[in-house]
Each structure stands twice: as C-alpha cells, then as structure tokens.
C-alpha cells in the first residue's frame, strides 16, 4: 500500500529551525566539473522553500563519482551557478570535528552548509545508531528529498529519520516522484511500458506485474539478450544474465514486444542484422532502427508511457535507438514517466531536460523507481510516517 508522507510544507513554524535534508547530489564530475545537475536542480525548490521561511540549512548527500572528489566541486557549482537560490554554501569536510558543532550553532535564519560524502564513514551504508543520532542532534527537524536512494536503508535515509518523531518530512522533490510514480500504478490506456538495461532477476517481477496493467511491453538492452537465447535465437558473445530463469511467460506473452533486428558489434564494425542472423562471434550492443519505428507507431495512440533503462550499451557509445526512442517518446502526446541513469543522459543529449512538462516527467532515480514500481513503497518512505 502506498503511504503519503506529510510534506516540508506542512510544517508552519520553520523560522530559525536547523532542518537537516538528506538531498541526492550523488552527480557525475569529471575534473572537477559537474556534467549534470538534474537531481541539484530538483531539489532547489525544497531548498529555496525552507530557506524562505527562515530556516537554517544543513544538506547531507553521499556522491560516487568516479574521480573521487567528493561533494565539494558540488558545493562550488551550487555557490557559482545556483547563489541567488542557496546563497552562499558553507562546506564542512569533517562531520565529526569539534568545530562542526560550532559552525551549525552560529548559523543565521538562511544560512546553508553542505557536509561532506556521508559514505566516507561506515556508519552510513551500516545504518549505524550512533552515527544516526550524530546527524540528527544537529538538527531540529528532518527532510528527506532524496528520492533516488531512499531505497537504501542507510543512516540518513531510515536511522535519521526514527530520531525525529513528529518532525519529519518528505521534500517537494520526492513527493513530486511519488505522485508521478502513483500514476504509473494506475495509468491511462494505451499504456506502454519500455524496459530496458541489465539485471534480469530485479526487473523480470516489474515485466510480470506490468504484464496485467500494460498494453504493449517494449524490452530492450541486455534483458533483449536473455529473451532472444530463451525463445531459441543465436546471441552469440552478448551479455546475458549468470542466473538462471524461467522466461516462458514473457517470449509466450503478446504483450512483450522485441525488435526484429539488433545492433551487433562485428569485427570492430557496428552491423544491422535480422534478429535470427546473428553469428557465433557477435555481441548484441543495441536494438535495431525497427523498434524505434515501431514505438513511434504505437506511442501516437498511446496515454502513458513508462520508461526505464537504456535499450543498447549506453557506456560503449551505442545509444542512437535510445536517443532515437527518448525522441519519440517526447514529441509523443502521451503523459509519460521517464527514469534511470542512461535514459535520463539521453533526454539530455537530445536537449529535452528543459522541455519536462505536465505531459513528461524526468525522474532522479533508476533503482529506486524500479523498487517503487514493485513494491509501491520504499524504506526512505516509510521512514517517514
């Protein structure tokens, strides 16, 4: 059943509050830059809200880019690009010292500090009580606006939140993906579900529960692989999933549209072939051009359109059909919810992040979407009833 949290706008008396929100500003940085801040710029408004009623501000974050820099080329950004929002971002380094206790106490009605990665220490991803009841006595009261990892039972996403009885909310972020999401479970027909990327055993129950509620299911990326080796194809050196799986009922179901021809990677060379022409030595890396064309046959009928995961490997530069169906899916009329790291890099390829609107949703989570779809919840959720 799904739960709905009271929001930050709920609460009356924000003025000189310290509000501890958990944000997700785990975005990528290369050298120091930031190449996109959709979750940074989703959870402005939260921000810009609490600070307007007086409150002061403490963002606590994890990031995992690859070059290691933690969160402060993220504080630099916010205070270069985003100063009229958050003024000017204090950022604290170590969460234990001394001095952090002081910082916070001399904050002023406004006032905004970013912490450092919260995974630098263990007892975050250990959910750890000690280290939760540290955050939390900083602060007055509690927002989580971290949708896209409010599926981990961490610290500051479920221990946090327990220490806040009567004080404890969802941003405007997060609700705006709940509310999103709660549309996907019950959608307007023609109703197309694309699913694509990797990971057969965490997104074969979506296609199974999607089966009874979705008229067309469109399946691409790696997932394609273990459904053309299950109804008999060569896929030759593609990827396919380690475990084993009982794919009957989704090659025996109508609904499960796959295309009729795939990018494979041929001695170096990128080759169109028909699905039941690929050889011993290839490796699927992309649905063909077909499939494209196929959806934008059906998404100008369709309602609702609910999309997660690449449909080719995204990584090794193949990513024309996921650009090519992002496209269609934007210049469609149907309302349409959109999600997980490699589709969402390609609506920004294409230019389309400014063009979200009543009728297209871009949400910051991947995993966290797909455990919403399942399971109509997640822990960071229903942390906070």
């Known amino acids: 059943m799904t739960i709905t949290p009271i929001t930050v706008l709920q609460e009356s008396d924000l003025r000189d509050k310290k509000v501890l929100i958990r944000v997700d500003f785990n975005v990528q940085v290369y050298e120091g830059r930031i190449l996109d801040d ?127 009885p009567g004080k404890k909310y969802a941003g405007i972020q997060l609700m705006k993906e709940v509310d999103a999401l709660k549309k996907a479970l019950k959608p307007s027909h023609p109703f197309i579900f694309i699913l694509g990327g990797a990971k057969f055993e965490t997104k074969l129950p979506l296609i199974q529960k999607f089966s009874e509620t979705a008229d067309m299911i ?50 170096g060379q990128a080759v169109i072939v028909p699905v039941n022409e690929v050889l011993t030595n290839d490796a699927i890396m992309d649905v063909g051009p077909s499939f494209t064309s196929m959806l934008k046959q059906h998404a100008e ?36 919810l959109l999600g997980g790291g490699d589709t969402t890099a390609a609506i920004k390829e294409l230019g389309y992040e400014e063009k979200e609107s009543e009728h297209v949703f871009i949400s910051t989570g991947g995993g966290a979407m797909l455990e919403f779809l399942q399971y109509e919840t997640l822990p960071g959720i229903l942390a906070l009833e």
Request: aromatic share 8%; net charge negative; with cysteine.
């Open 38 to 164: 959709l979750r940074i710029r989703k959870t402005l408004e939260t921000i810009v809200y609490v600070r307007g009623k007086g409150a002061k501000v403490i963002l606590v974050s994890h990031n995992e880019s690859k070059d290691g820099t933690g969160l402060l080329p993220v504080c630099e950004y916010i205070n270069e690009m985003y100063k009229n929002e958050c003024g000017q971002v204090t950022f604290i380094s170590d969460f234990m010292a001394e001095s952090t206790k002081e910082t916070i106490a001399s904050m002023n009605s406004g006032d905004v500090i970013l912490f450092e990665n919260l995974r630098v220490l263990p007892g975050e991803k250990a959910n750890d009580v000690e280290f939760s009841k540290y955050l939390a006595s900083l602060a007055d009261l509690y927002v989580n606006d971290a949708f896209a990892v409010s599926h981990r039972k961490h610290a500051s996403v479920v221990g946090v939140p327990a220490l806040f």
């Open 218 to 267: 469109f399946l691409g990326g790696a997932l394609l692989n273990d459904v053309l080796k299950a109804k008999g194809f060569d896929v030759g050196m593609s990827l396919v999933s380690a475990g084993e799986f009982d794919l009957s009922g989704v090659i025996s179901n109508p609904k499960v549209l796959i295309p009729t021809d795939v990018v494979v990677e041929r001695g």
């Open 301 to 336: 009928s369709s309602q609702f359109i609910l999309w997660n995961g690449p449909m080719g490997n995204y990584e090794k530069g193949y990513k024309d059909q996921t650009i090519g169906m992002a496209k269609v899916v934007f210049e469609s009329k149907a309302q349409a």
